[in-house]
């Protein structure tokens, strides 16, 4: 499908070594339709990274707004925020999350965090050469 090969593409143009992503929230909005709808995308980014010999991540939400502001609970303008305080520039709101969970997977590895643009420069660095895995580190 669609999914499946935009996922193959962009781990082998990356190569990264870890593929982190947010589990979606029980609580959220939608009904059964998609639940199931996001569990089959799961069932392939995990099939996916495991025949790249990806790692797979799951980063909860709470954790997400928990690494970019204290608060668990928080709504995206504080998570925006919490990551303005970091020094992270967040021009669209719906990227604040991402930048966040990719926060908290490097906490949770132990690696130092990207710069505000490092993270990009170093994904296209590794995927230059295609000899060498990207190692989830700045």
Not at 41 to 63: D, F
């Amino acid at each position: 499908g669609l999914y499946r090969d935009w996922l193959e593409r962009t781990l082998a143009a990356y190569l990264p070594a870890v593929l982190g992503y947010e589990v979606p929230s029980l609580g959220g909005q939608g009904g059964l339709r998609s639940r199931l709808w996001l569990g089959a995308l799961y069932g392939i980014t995990a099939e996916v990274a495991a025949t790249t010999r990806t790692a797979l991540i799951e980063v909860a939400p709470a954790a997400i707004k928990l690494t970019a502001c204290g608060k668990g609970n928080a709504n995206k303008e504080a998570v925006i925020a919490g990551l303005a305080r970091l020094g992270y520039d967040v021009p669209q709101n719906d990227t604040a999350d991402a930048w966040a969970g990719l926060l908290h997977i490097c906490d949770k590895l132990g690696i130092k965090r990207p710069s505000n643009t490092g993270c990009h420069v170093i994904l296209r660095r590794r995927a230059a050469d295609p000899g060498t895995r990207a190692r989830a580190s700045t």
